[in-house]
C-alpha cells in the first residue's frame, strides 16, 4: 500500500503561481507514472498532467503551457508547478501514482484562485 502526501496548496490570485508536491511512502523508481488529477466543485475529476517512468510526460490542454509536472525519483516525489493561474483552475488537487501492484491517491489538495 503506497500512501501519498500532498502539500502546497493554497489562495493565490489570478496570474500568480503555486507549486504542488506529493511525497511517497514507498520509493518511485518502479512506479509506472505519477501525475495530478483536479476535481472543481460539481464536476466530475479531471486528468491535469503525468510523467512517466521513462520521463515522458503529458498534459490536459487547458493547462499546457502553463502547468508543469517534476518527477524526483531521490526525494520520492513529484511536484506540479503551476504558473498563470486561473480562476477555473480553481479545484481540489490530487496526487496519483501508478504501480506494478495498483494505482493509490493523495487526500487531496485545495487550490484557489481569485479575481
Known amino acids: 500500500q503506497v500512501q501519498l502526501v500532498e502539500s502546497g496548496g493554497g489562495s493565490v490570485q489570478a496570474g500568480g503561481s503555486l507549486r504542488l508536491s506529493c511525497s511517497a511512502s514507498?520509493?518511485?523508481?518502479?512506479?509506472?507514472?505519477m501525475g495530478w488529477h483536479r476535481q472543481a466543485p460539481g464536476k466530475t475529476r479531471e486528468f491535469v498532467a503525468s510523467?512517466?517512468?521513462?520521463?515522458?510526460?503529458a498534459y490536459a490542454d487547458s493547462v499546457k503551457g502553463r502547468f508543469t509536472i517534476f518527477r524526483d525519483t531521490a526525494k520520492k516525489s513529484a511536484s506540479l508547478q503551476m504558473n498563470g493561474l486561473k480562476p477555473e483552475d480553481t479545484a481540489v488537487y490530487y496526487c496519483?501514482?501508478?504501480?506494478?501492484?495498483?494505482?493509490?491517491w493523495g487526500q487531496g489538495t485545495q487550490v484557489t484562485v481569485f479575481t
Open positions: 496519483i501514482v501508478q504501480t506494478p501492484t495498483g494505482t493509490y
Open positions: 510523467s512517466t517512468r521513462t520521463g515522458t510526460t
Open positions: 514507498d520509493s518511485i523508481f518502479s512506479f509506472n507514472a
